[in-house]
């Protein structure tokens, strides 16, 4: 089969589209055809050996992944050769940018219907984040006010639907260029914080401020401060410390993405429900991922991608 890995860390260019010995799967695992496999900021944060998840040499990059169940190990039940599937995978072991992996039973679940197979690849860890900061870590309830920063990027469009859904008043950052997206998703109030200071437009607090953009740590601390007596700072930045406040009773909680196969299942079934939209900015071909690699490390990848392999 076609896979793209690399041999060591490093720049874009150790990335090598190759011929590479089909996977079995073993006892509890399933092989999938792969539909889509989405590009995630981690995946080049991994192949330049930024991130400190213990990999393989040679590794292939990927964890999200949709595509068609072909081929069952041992002891698995609940799945079967042709079923269409989406999951979050594993992050140290070989991933979907290739034209088959392997992946645990437990990780996957039934493809989302109502959109193409591909497209699915762009919804388990993207959605999963937006989720599990919301709802696990920030407790979110209807009636509340929630500040999402940096609202623009894949997690974001993903936060700002949830949230609106959940009955949550929405303030939302984001450029001219996503902007209209995200009123889309859902957000009562759309800050330019490339024409607007945060903290002139916020001038009433909120119960959940979501960070999921670059901040410094005194632009964070500043930010929190918008935050009501009791709420809570959640981010998906871990580089820069997570405010908190204990005097005002404002806790801080730093979100590392986990899978959960049940979680996935209700972001599925509010997709095919049409509760849930998967934006999905572009497609490009596998033999191009080394290529969509050294786009995003110029910061010029906007929207979520999904790599598709030949034939697929």
Same mark, same amino acid.
């Given at each position: 089969?076609?896979?793209?890995?690399?041999?060591?860390?490093?720049? $874009?260019?150790?990335?090598?589209?190759?011929?590479?010995?089909?996977?079995?799967?073993?006892?509890?695992?399933?092989?999938?055809?792969?539909?889509?496999?989405?590009?995630?900021?981690?995946?080049?944060?991994?192949?330049?050996?930024?991130?400190?998840?213990?990999?393989?040499l040679?590794?292939?990059?990927?964890?999200?992944?949709?595509?068609?169940?072909?081929?069952?190990? @041992?002891?698995?039940?609940?799945?079967? /050769?042709?079923? +269409?599937?989406?999951?979050?995978?594993?992050?140290?072991?070989?991933?979907?940018?290739? %034209?088959?992996?392997?992946?645990?039973?437990?990780? *996957?679940?039934?493809?989302?219907? +109502?959109?193409?197979?591909?497209?699915? /690849?762009?919804?388990?860890?993207?959605?999963?984040?937006?989720?599990?900061?919301?709802?696990?870590? $920030?407790?979110?309830?209807?009636?509340?006010?929630?500040?999402?920063?940096?609202?623009?990027?894949?997690?974001?469009?993903? $936060?700002?639907?949830?949230?609106?859904? /959940?009955?949550a008043?929405?303030?939302?950052?984001?450029?001219?260029?996503? @902007? &209209?997206?995200?009123?889309?998703?859902?957000?009562d109030?759309?800050?330019?914080?490339?024409?607007?200071? !945060?903290?002139?437009?916020?001038?009433?607090?909120?119960?959940?401020l979501?960070? !999921? @953009?670059?901040?410094?740590? %005194?632009?964070? @601390?500043? !930010?929190?401060? +918008?935050?009501?007596?009791?709420g809570?700072?959640?981010?998906?930045?871990? +580089?820069?410390?997570?405010? &908190?406040?204990?005097?005002?009773?404002?806790?801080?909680?730093?979100?590392y *993405?986990?899978?959960?196969?049940?979680?996935?299942?209700?972001?599925?079934?509010?997709?095919?429900?049409?509760?849930?939209?998967?934006?999905?900015?572009?497609?490009?071909? *596998?033999?191009?991922?080394?290529? !969509?690699?050294?786009?995003?490390? /110029?910061?010029?990848?906007?929207?979520?991608?999904?790599?598709?392999?030949?034939?697929?």
């Open positions: 089969m076609k896979a793209v890995r690399f041999y060591e860390t490093g720049a $874009a260019d150790v990335l090598r589209h190759e011929d590479v010995e089909l996977p079995v799967p073993g006892a509890g695992e399933v092989r999938v055809r792969v539909a889509g496999s989405a590009y995630n900021p981690a995946d080049g944060g991994m192949r330049g050996g930024f991130l400190p998840i213990p990999i393989t040679p590794h292939i990059p990927g964890y999200d992944v949709s595509g068609t169940v072909d081929a069952v190990g @041992a002891g698995v039940t609940g799945l079967a /050769a042709g079923d +269409r599937v989406v999951g979050f995978l594993p992050m140290a072991a070989d991933g979907s940018a290739a %034209e088959f992996v392997v992946a645990p039973a437990e990780a *996957l679940v039934p493809a989302p219907t +109502r959109i193409p197979l591909a497209d699915a /690849a762009g919804l388990p860890s993207v959605g999963l984040t937006a989720w599990q900061a919301l709802f696990e870590a $920030a407790g979110l309830e209807a009636g509340q006010r929630v500040l999402v920063n940096g609202a623009g990027g894949p997690v974001g469009g993903y $936060a700002v639907q949830l949230a609106h859904r /959940a009955g008043h929405v303030i939302a950052t984001a450029s001219p260029r996503s @902007a &209209e997206a995200v009123r889309a998703a859902g957000a109030e759309v800050v330019d914080h490339t024409a607007t200071s !945060l903290l002139d437009a916020v001038t009433e607090p909120v119960d959940v979501l960070n !999921l @953009a670059p901040v410094t740590e %005194e632009g964070f @601390a500043a !930010l929190a401060t +918008r935050v009501r007596d009791g809570v700072v959640v981010s998906t930045t871990p +580089r820069v410390a997570t405010p &908190e406040d204990p005097a005002r009773g404002v806790r801080a909680v730093t979100v *993405l986990h899978p959960d196969a049940d979680v996935l299942r209700q972001l599925v079934a509010l997709v095919d429900a049409g509760g849930l939209r998967v934006e999905i900015a572009r497609r490009v071909p *596998l033999a191009d991922l080394p290529a !969509l690699h050294a786009e995003a490390d /110029a910061g010029r990848v906007h929207g979520k991608v999904v790599v598709v392999p030949a034939g697929a």
